[in-house]
């Protein structure tokens, strides 16, 4: 029999289901990974993980990962050690799906169907594990791709749009979701990388001028329901400033980084967010404080 809960009784998930949003190229990927590994030079408490092979991350952008691993151990001093985190580089399928001619390719998904559960079969292992996805905006291109067919077909010698139903676009939004809900689970911390973008709409403001709206870089509706299904939406900011080595009140080449979790993006509810109004600042310099203040499973590797 499911025991009854009351407010006093209640427990959420010790794992985190977070999506975390940036402009393009400002280093996205190093600072998730140099935070989950604790290696940020102004990172004091460890990482979120209990050691670096218990961070997966499944990428399918093109060079995210490049030069990861020299600029954390050269420029952040990270240990060697940190060359254990798993790569699962999906860049040449999701190319592969850009590149196929036919209707519906479901190719791309099977594969990433079956890397995820290569990756959950390392996560039951004993550990504080995380899994990041770099990035989602890739993914959901490579899905559109795969549902859509080829944007443009020939036709009598002449190039003609390939359609995209309103039927297509509902499977997009259901394939995402349940990738999704596939991927995250509460045996790990679940994090998504995306890109942010915006969105203008027929509302217009004072002005007369269309308004425009902070959003993420997915078509069609999924990219106001994905967001609705994690537990909370985080922007990155890299500042110009470099971090100042406390002990040689030097410069250091690591640009300084804060995420803020009361983004204005247009997701609804989402700049209130769940379990943080109280317990975050706007900015939050490390993961794993953050974690922490959250009540979030933390491994300290590094510590």
């Known amino acids: 029999m499911k025991q009854e809960q009351t407010l006093d009784s209640y427990e959420s998930s010790t794992y985190g289901k977070e999506l975390f949003v940036a402009k393009a190229k400002i280093g996205k990927t190093v600072t998730l990974i140099g935070n989950i590994l604790g290696v940020m030079p102004w990172q004091e408490h460890g990482g979120i993980v209990d050691t670096p092979s218990s961070l997966h991350v499944l990428t399918f952008d093109a060079a995210a990962a490049d030069g990861v691993r020299e600029f954390l151990v050269n420029e952040c001093g990270a240990p060697k050690e940190?060359?254990?985190?798993?790569?699962?580089?999906?860049?040449?399928?999701?190319?592969?799906?850009?590149?196929?001619?036919?209707?519906?390719?479901?190719?791309?998904?099977?594969?990433?169907?079956?890397?995820?559960?290569?990756?959950?079969?390392?996560?039951?292992?004993?550990g504080v594990h995380v899994v990041l996805v770099?990035?989602?905006?890739?993914?959901?291109?490579?899905?559109?791709?795969?549902?859509?067919?080829?944007?443009?077909?020939?036709?009598?010698?002449?190039?003609?749009?390939?359609?995209?139903?309103?039927?297509?676009?509902?499977?997009?939004?259901?394939?995402?979701?349940?990738?999704?809900?596939?991927?995250?689970q509460d045996n790990y911390h679940t994090i998504w990388e995306g890109h942010h973008g915006e969105k203008t709409v027929k509302e217009t403001d004072g002005a007369g001028n269309p308004k425009t709206f902070d959003t993420i870089q997915i078509d069609g509706s999924t990219a106001r329901s994905f967001p609705a299904q994690v537990e909370r939406v985080w922007e990155i900011h890299r500042s110009p400033m470099k971090y100042v080595d406390p002990k040689t009140k030097k410069p250091t080449k690591v640009c300084l980084v804060h995420f803020d979790p009361f983004p204005t993006f247009d997701f609804g509810d989402q700049q209130s967010g769940r379990k943080v109004s109280s317990r975050l600042e706007a900015k939050e310099p490390c993961l794993t404080t953050a974690f922490h203040k959250l009540d979030l499973k933390i491994g300290g590797w590094g510590t």
């Open 82 to 126: 940190i060359g254990k985190v798993h790569i699962e580089n999906l860049q040449r399928v999701a190319e592969k799906a850009f590149a196929g001619r036919g209707d519906y390719d479901g190719l791309f998904l099977d594969t990433v169907y079956d890397t995820i559960r290569k990756i959950q079969d390392r996560t039951a292992k004993p």
């Open 134 to 184: 770099s990035s989602l905006t890739m993914l959901a291109k490579a899905v559109l791709r795969s549902v859509s067919g080829p944007a443009f077909l020939m036709k009598d010698g002449k190039m003609w749009k390939s359609p995209m139903d309103q039927n297509k676009w509902g499977l997009l939004k259901q394939i995402m979701t349940e990738l999704q809900w596939s991927t995250q």
